[in-house]
Structures are given as C-alpha cells and as structure tokens.
C-alpha cells in the first residue's frame, strides 16, 4: 500500500526542512511505502533550494516547481496529477496541520473498508471574532445556496483514496475550489477533529481580501442563486414602480419629485449589481473557455532512490 502526500509551499523556506524531519519522525514506524510530492508554488524566497537539498538528502521525494505563483489550488491539482499512490493526501509545509495526524488519518482509512475518505476538521479555531464571523456566514451561506454538502470547519488536510484522486482530476475548470470539488465528488467521508498549531515559521499567505476572493470563488462555482437574485429584484422593481404610479396618482403632491429622485438612482444601483453578477459568471466562463493551463511546471526534481 502507497501513500502519495502532497505538499504545498509557497514562501516557506524555513519550514520545508522540518516539516521533512517531522514527517520522517512521526512516520518511522509506518509500514507501507510513502512518497512526498513537494509542489512550490512560485516561492519569492529559497523554498526551492532548501527542496533540493531535501531531494539530495531524502528517499522517495519529488519537487515539482512551478514558472510562477498560480495559487494553492493550482499546486494541490499538481500534486493529484503527479501522486502515483492507492492512498493520496494533502497536508500544509507550515507545521500547523501536524504529520502525527496525518498518520492517524491514514489508519483510519487502513482499518475501514468502507471509507473513501478521512477528513480533519477544526473543532475549535484560534482566530478572531471578525474572522471567524464572516467564516460562519460563508458556511451558513453556502450551505443553503448550493446543491452539495460543505461541513463547517473541513480543510483541505484529507487522506483518500485513488477513486476520489481519480474523480477530482477529471474535474479540470481553471478557479478550483478545492473544498466544494471534495463535496461535489461525494464518496464516504470521515470526520476527525483536530487542533491546528502555531506556524514553525512565518506568516499565513491568506489575508481577508484573499479569502474573501476565496470564498466568492467557491460561491460562483457551485451555486446560481446570485443569478436567480436578478429575476426577483427585477419582479421587486417591477411592484415598486407600479406602487409608485399609484402613489403619484392618488396624492399628487411634489414630495413625489424627491420620491422619484431617490428610486430612479436606487432601481439604477439594482440594475448595476445584476449586471455585476452577470459579469462575475461571464468572467469564469471567459477564463474556462480559453482552457489555459492551471499551472506550468518549470522543473521538476525527484531524489536518486524513487521508486514509482
């Protein structure tokens, strides 16, 4: 049994060597085989020379180095086309999701037949309030506007197995959203909780802006509710001017001049927000359509001993 485990990294050039040392610790005692699939992300720092050094040093380890930073989504896909593994897993270089889980996940999985899938979960976030508001909203959110499933709190730290690999691959649109192809695949998923660590090193790369973006990616690609929202505020600004005609009928008075004012320059900001979420969705089908690379790989290292 082979287990394929794949590695993001992005600007993590102090943190790649021990998340190695700690994996190769926490791992000494497993049984089955196991490959490391580093994929760097377009580091601005020396991620990629503390990997080659890893790649010297260590046994079963590709690197895969991209031309430019394409995003973490980007570099999880690398690493599903590249694992060659019955079991596939996907943990951060960080050190906050730790490899000591990872190997529990993997017994799980072992142990039960009927799971496809063990995912980690975090039961209790150190975030703040204001994070951790607009996550819950997100998930409150999703969770009534789109036809799949998204459990509060499941990350990307997941084992699974060669099917669910197999099934997310054929799934090849550009702006990836990992989390909702994980849900939109189905298969039997496990749920562990888990308490995410203090980084080794560094700072996180998601800023609010990002995982606002984030988070309106994954909203567009799995619901059309902000389209149905268009038809309904048409139908509210087709009642509000009808009541208005009415209004304007039976009072006659020029308070009605102030009254259109305001409604012509609020059915003109309606008609605005329709026609940004309209361009929203051409813009993801104009990017799909094109049906350029997710990601381009400018070298890739594999150590002396690999074995595919």
Known sequence: MKLSVIIPCYNEEKNVGLFHSEFCKDFKKYKGEYELIFVNDGSKDKTVEELKKIVDKGKNIKVVSFSRNFGKEAAMYAGLREASGDFVSIIDADLQQRPSVLLDMVNILEENDDYDCVCAYQDVRREGFVLSFFKNCF???????????????????????????????????????????????????????????ERANGNSKWSFKSLFKYAMTGILSFSTFPLKIATYLGGLTILGAFIYLITA????????????????????????????????????????????????????????????
Do not use: C, W
């Open 249 to 308: 009928l039976v009072l006659k008075v020029k308070i009605l001049t102030m009254m259109m004012f305001f409604l012509i320059t609020f059915f003109s900001g309606i008609q605005l927000l329709v026609i940004g979420v309209l361009s929203q969705y051409i813009s993801l089908m104009y990017d799909e359509i094109k049906n350029r690379q997710i990601y381009i790989a400018k070298e890739i290292f594999i150590s002396k001993n690999y074995k595919k």
């Open 139 to 197: 998930y409150k959110l999703i969770n009534k506007i789109s036809d799949v499933n998204f459990v509060r709190g499941a990350s990307d730290f997941r084992v699974f197995r060669k099917s669910v690999k197999d099934a997310m691959i054929e799934m090849h649109e550009t702006h990836r959203f990992t989390k909702g192809i994980f849900a939109y695949v189905g298969f039997n998923t496990h749920y562990i909780p888990y308490e995410a660590e």
